[in-house]
């Protein structure tokens, strides 16, 4: 019988899943994908095995849409009878979005670990209880499952001291005011295979550009992370779907004043009216404001491009020098125009692009001569967690 990791993403309204065999000595092999849409309204089902082929389709009726709890445990019970007797599923991993300080490597859960993760809530409001929510359901359904939670926060704890701080009295950094960054699990990932591509990586000074509805960039120094541009939350930093990225915080302070906007209102404006979707008035989506010709879809386009130059400045900045460059996520794996814009922005920094290795789709789209390499290579943030479970387990079982 083949042990299985289920790597699980859990989200206000959606569950995301992929199913690894978890095959001794070789890397986790994705055998199903798949999410549970519309938890609390229209429910769907959907699951695809590794060849992108449909094996699972299903739908709730909307008066009884089965919630997160209703959702995973349909979930399990689909995965035990299309596996059959040949395959069990032997440990759970979780994507959660805050670790705080305390933990910067994936945990193995325990109800001790639960109670410390609940505390970081407040730090983390939009994310953390749905991340939460199917660890508790999992510990009550079926407590012998080994769970391990893997943060986006947890790669970035290497950063020196000063880039996770805010200039702010020391009592709010006590209070856990500080940077954390995130997409930690997405850096990580680019940071193991890149020296792969690129042997330089292995002890250089690369920015990598995570552009995707969220986005983010981080400075990695000999593969750690030396700098992000997200910071206390997922809202600083680059303009992204429909976040607004870095502001002057005393917009806020003059909209509450004179707009007398309270922190609900300003929620909304920052994570879901502001961004891509805010500027063009038209989508959050690239692929729909580069079809189009609307003056303010191309602002969008053009401050998220100004924007990415600016922070790319301030990040080799961090590192004294840069060495290379990778794009990854949703617009940097595949918007060859955003790509483009970005690498010809970033010539001051040494950058040669090339644009028919860019339109081929890399993985390489810098010239032989550039000084600064440039590379396309697709994230994975679930076989980070695979990877992640295994280790965590098997060090687990050595204690
Ligand atoms: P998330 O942060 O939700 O994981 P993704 O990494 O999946 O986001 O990225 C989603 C975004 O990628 C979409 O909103 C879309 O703007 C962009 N995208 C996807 N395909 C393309 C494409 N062919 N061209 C330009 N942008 C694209």
Known sequence: MTDTILVLNAGSSSIKFRLYADVPDREP???????????????????????????????????????????????????????????????VGHRVVHGGTAFAAPVRIDGDVLARLERLVPLAPLHQPHNLALIKILLASDPDLPQVACFDTAFHRSQPMLAQ????????????????????????????????????????RVVVLHLGNGASMCAIQASHSAASTMGFTALDGLPMGTR??????????????????????LERLLYHESGLLGVSGLSNDMRMLEASDSPRAQLAIDLFVYRIGRELGSLAAALGGLDAIVFTAGIGENSK????????????????????????????????????????????????????????LSADVGV
């Not at 094996?55 to 299309?82: F, K, Y």
């Not at 591509?197 to 250089?204: D, L, S």
């Not at 607004?244 to 209102?265: Q, S, T």
Request: aromatic share 8%; with cysteine.
């Open 29 to 91: 092999e994705l055998l199903l994908r798949g999410q549970v849409d519309g938890l609390y309204g229209r429910a769907s089902f959907a699951a695809k095995d590794a060849n992108d082929s449909r094996v699972g389709q299903h739908e709730w009726n909307e008066a009884s849409p089965p919630g997160h709890d209703g959702a995973v445990a349909w979930l399990l019970d689909w995965l035990r009878q299309r596996l059959g007797a040949s395959h069990r599923v032997t440990a």
């Open 165 to 204: 701080s805010f200039a702010l009295p020391p009592e709010y950094a006590e209070a856990g005011v500080r940077r954390y960054g995130f997409h930690g699990l997405s850096y990580e990932y680019i940071a193991t295979v890149l020296p792969q591509f690129e042997p330089r990586a292995r002890e250089g």
């Open 244 to 265: 607004c990225g870095a502001i002057d915080p005393g917009v806020l302070l003059y909209l509450m004043n004179e707009r007398k906007m309270d922190a609900r209102a």
């Open 337 to 392: 125009t955003v790509r483009e814009r970005v690498c010809r922005d970033a010539a001051w920094l040494g950058l040669e692009f090339d644009e028919q290795a860019n339109a081929a789709g890399g993985p390489r789209i810098n010239t032989e001569s550039s000084r600064v390499s440039a590379w396309m290579i697709p994230t994975d943030e679930e076989l980070m967690i695979a990877r992640h479970v295994r280790r965590a």
